[in-house]
Structures are given as structure tokens and as C-alpha cells.
């Protein structure tokens, strides 16, 4: 990797997305930095979490309330899967794909679940899990975990149903290849459903 590579990359990881041209708040998501500006009343209204970051006795709501303007930082979570997320709730739906990837919708379900903003995004996640015919017993294992963040029952069935007749191994396997992005928990608990009627 040449200087001149790794400087535009710099850039292009500061260069802030302006979801919300005059947003009063930047978020810092993620090892890359994506900076995403958005509205705080926004974010306020579809997260409660956010919300509760937002507020005076967090440094961020301090600093939000002292200039008009704040900046967060998420160091461990998805930039592309946030920026979906902060896009939808903003109602910029033109920026907004139909059709993600199984992992894609996992890094989103993850996210929003950890914000708790699944209501906000509903009418998204509704399109995003149509079930397009996957039969790969990875990208069904993604998407029936999606759908229990989600807590979309009929697409987790839909899911788990295509993943019982698509993959003979074991659950607890496919299971493992996802601990570095879910917590074992919620796998064991979304494995446990496979034996449930």
C-alpha cells in the first residue's frame, strides 16, 4: 500500500456523510471513523437508547445542549450497517437498497437491536426480509438471526424452515462462525428455536 493510498483512505474515513446536511449531531462510527451527520430530534424519537445518550447528565447531551451541536463516537459498531439505519429514520429512502446481503442484515439487526430502534425501522425490515429463495446454510443461518433481532417470527420461520432442509450439520457449528459479530447468548437462544415444535 503505497502513502499516497493510505491518505486518501484517511481522507475519505473523515470526510463526513451528510445525512442530515444541517445536523447538530456527528456520529463516529466504527475502526474506520465514518462520520455520519444527522438530526438529534430524529434520532432521538427512534432510539431510546440514543435518546438517553442525548440527554444532560451524558457528556454527550451536555456538550449538545452547551453548543447546539455534539459529537458521538461508536467505535464498535457497522459504519455501512449505521448508516443504513440513521438513512431510514431520516426518511432517506432514495439512499436506501431494497435487497441486502444476509450479513448485511445481521450487522443492521445487530445494531438495531443494540439501539433498540426495530419499531423505527419496520416497515424496512419488512421488505428487506422477503425470503429470495437463499439456500446457502450460512446466509440462511444470517438471515434467521436477523429476523430474531428483528423479531420478525414468520421470516425467522420461513428461514429456519429453509435452513432444516438445506444444511445436514450441526446448528451449534454454523453457530460458532458468527461468534466474533453476536453474542453467544442470543445464538445459543436462536438455536435453542430450531428444536422448538
Not at 449531531?25 to 442525548?54: D, N, W
Not at 447531551?61 to 450497517?81: C, F, N, R, W, Y
Not at 423505527?120 to 433481532?149: K, N, T
Request: with cysteine; aromatic share 8%.
Amino acid at each position: 500500500m503505497t502513502s499516497a493510498t493510505t491518505t486518501i483512505n484517511e481522507l475519505s474515513a473523515q470526510a463526513t456523510v451528510d445525512i442530515a446536511p444541517d445536523g447538530d449531531v456527528v456520529f463516529v462510527i466504527g475502526p474506520t471513523e465514518r462520520r455520519l451527520r444527522v438530526y438529534s430530534l430524529f434520532v432521538k424519537i427512534a432510539s431510546p437508547v440514543l435518546k438517553a445518550m442525548l440527554r444532560p447528565n451524558f457528556e454527550e447531551g451536555q456538550q449538545l445542549a452547551k453548543t447546539g451541536s455534539a459529537e458521538i463516537a461508536l467505535p464498535e459498531d457497522d459504519a455501512e450497517a449505521m448508516e443504513i439505519i440513521l438513512n431510514v429514520i431520516h426518511g432517506r429512502n432514495d439512499q436506501v437498497r431494497d435487497t441486502l446481503s444476509p450479513n448485511e442484515l445481521l450487522q443492521i439487526a445487530i445494531a438495531s437491536d443494540k439501539y433498540d430502534c426495530c419499531v423505527s425501522l419496520a416497515f424496512a425490515i419488512r421488505i428487506w426480509l422477503r425470503y429470495q429463495g437463499i439456500s446457502d446454510p450460512e446466509e440462511l443461518w444470517a438471515s434467521a438471526m436477523a429476523a430474531c433481532l428483528f423479531r420478525e417470527q414468520e421470516a425467522f420461520a420461513e428461514a429456519t424452515s429453509a435452513l432444516v432442509f438445506n444444511h445436514a450439520g450441526s446448528y451449534i457449528d454454523l453457530a460458532k462462525k458468527y461468534e466474533a459479530i453476536m453474542d453467544p447468548v442470543m445464538m445459543l437462544n436462536t438455536t435453542g428455536k430450531f428444536s422448538v415444535e
